[in-house]
């Protein structure tokens, strides 16, 4: 066995379904013999101080009918097994793939175990294992096990961002009807029936939901299961998105002395920050449950989640907030989130799906759908449901920008819109958080303009009302730049 330097072997890295090119850290080649057969093959490797995660792959020649299981030890014991079944797995602090256990990652001598549990006489079989970390700034981890995008194509993507299940308060009937902390797959199976393409499953101040989630992910194969946390503190609770680890939560202590502490940590592990129900009251009735943290770094918050289960208009609900906060400059998006506890949704409680979260994105992956929520072009569906629509596009000057772009404000400044799924509904026009216009939405795929004059400074939005006036469709803002005196 001999071990090569990566860029020697990394074009030759198979590429098996699930998994994306990535350059490993060590490369591993060698044969399998008949004289292997029955024996078990360590492959050593080091792993040094700092690495965050570790993913191992290997690939052999099947020709002669060679069979090699696969496991794993670190330098004090053993961390996984998966015999045969697969070709790769990862592991973490937070998370390790079915078979493999989670944990620190101690610098030190770690082995790859090959088992072979057939090997014919006279036989030879060229074997590559390869190891890969994450560390730093580094990937190469995350990239070698990283899933291919469920849908690869750009389009609009309805999910749910706020949800919680048996690893922290989620709970449902059990078999008997007792009730009982509610099963992960429980949660996710409701996000499916719905009719969702993407999840993100928050329980509060943990990763432990984050193995069951890689353990679901192949069975959902087409809905789309993203990792998050929701950060719950003494003033106020934030979801952490697509976090690739634990973040401390506890601000006040030595280890997170304050919130901008916490929010440096959120923006290393990857994830996006979104403030959760940001209006509601705190105190004893429900601790931390409003934003109330003096010193909040604003340019490291990315999302205000406006509507929080079935709280979509008056003080409690999130969109005041974030309006006020948009007229301060900050450039945040609007999403939403059922919030969910119960996938059953008993007592009138927001099912799963509701509201929703609707993303234009390049694909249906997890970097992806974040980078739509960082570009804002989103639009909050508060019933769910429905494939409803809300397009917008500003123009002005001859430039167009979508939701979450931005416009030198021109002399005309229009907005258009595309709506489908509301007949009946209007169109009410947002100008710095404030309703400027209204339009009747006639037909149920509608296409409408709004005309904005000569506006100045700020943002506009474009929200659908039911006939009712309640909210429907909540749009994001395009940005309108002062014009140049």
């Not at 890295?13 to 292997?36: S, W």
């Not at 429900?286 to 003080?315: F, H, K, L, Q, R």
Request: glycine share 12%; aromatic share 6%.
């Amino acid at each position: 066995m001999r071990m090569l330097l990566p860029a020697l072997l990394a074009a030759l890295a198979p590429i098996t379904a699930g998994a994306q090119e990535a350059a490993p850290d060590l490369v591993f080649t060698g044969a399998i013999t008949g004289a292997d057969h029955q024996h078990y093959k360590p492959v050593p490797f080091d792993v040094p101080k700092g690495v965050e995660r570790i993913t191992v792959t290997l690939s052999y020649d099947k020709a002669s009918k060679t069979v090699v299981d696969l496991g794993l030890w670190d330098p004090v014991r053993f961390r996984g097994w998966s015999g045969g079944t697969r070709d790769r797995f990862t592991i973490a602090p937070s998370d390790a793939s079915p078979g493999y256990l989670p944990g620190a990652l101690p610098a030190g001598r770690w082995q790859v175990m090959l088992g072979v549990p057939n090997a014919r006489a006279g036989s030879k079989a060229a074997y590559r294992v390869t190891v890969a970390f994450d560390r730093g700034a580094v990937r190469h981890a995350s990239a070698a096990i990283a899933d291919p995008p469920i849908d690869r194509n750009p389009g609009w993507y309805r999910g749910d961002l706020h949800m919680h299940d048996a690893h922290s308060d989620g709970s449902c009937a059990s078999q008997s009807g007792r009730r009982v902390p509610c099963p992960l797959f429980r949660t996710v199976e409701a996000a499916a029936k719905a009719g969702l393409d993407f999840v993100a499953v928050t329980d509060h101040n943990t990763t432990a939901h984050f193995s069951g989630l890689r353990e679901l992910q192949p069975f959902f194969d087409r809905l789309l299961l993203i990792p998050g946390a929701e950060i719950t503190t003494f003033g106020g609770h934030a979801n952490l998105i697509g976090p690739r680890g634990f973040v401390d939560f506890r601000i006040g202590s030595r280890a997170v002395p304050d919130v901008r502490a916490l929010q440096r940590a959120a923006a290393a592990s990857g994830g996006l920050l979104s403030l959760n129900h940001p209006a509601l009251p705190s105190g004893e009735a429900c601790m931390g449950c409003g934003w109330t943290w003096p010193d909040t770094d604003w340019s490291a918050v990315t999302a205000i989640e406006a509507v929080n289960a079935n709280a979509a208009e008056g003080p409690l609900a999130g969109i005041g907030f974030w309006y006020a906060r948009l007229n301060a400059g900050h450039r945040l998006t609007g999403i939403a989130g059922s919030d969910n506890h119960d996938p059953d949704a008993p007592s009138g409680k927001a099912p799963i799906g509701r509201p929703t979260t609707v993303v234009h994105a390049a694909n249906l992956s997890t970097d992806a759908i974040l980078a739509g929520i960082r570009a804002g072009n989103v639009f909050i569906d508060v019933r769910g449901g429905a494939k409803r629509l809300l397009e917008v596009e500003g123009a002005a000057g001859g430039r167009v920008a979508a939701m979450g772009g931005t416009l030198d404000a021109a002399p005309e400044t229009l907005l258009r819109i595309h709506a489908r799924g509301v007949a009946g509904a209007t169109a009410e026009l947002i100008a710095n958080g404030k309703p400027a216009q209204t339009q009747p939405i006639d037909g149920d795929d509608a296409r409408l303009v709004f005309r904005l004059g000569r506006p100045g400074c700020g943002w506009a939005a474009v929200n659908v009302r039911d006939g009712a006036g309640h909210p429907l469709l909540i749009g994001n803002p395009i940005y309108l730049r002062c014009r140049s005196k």
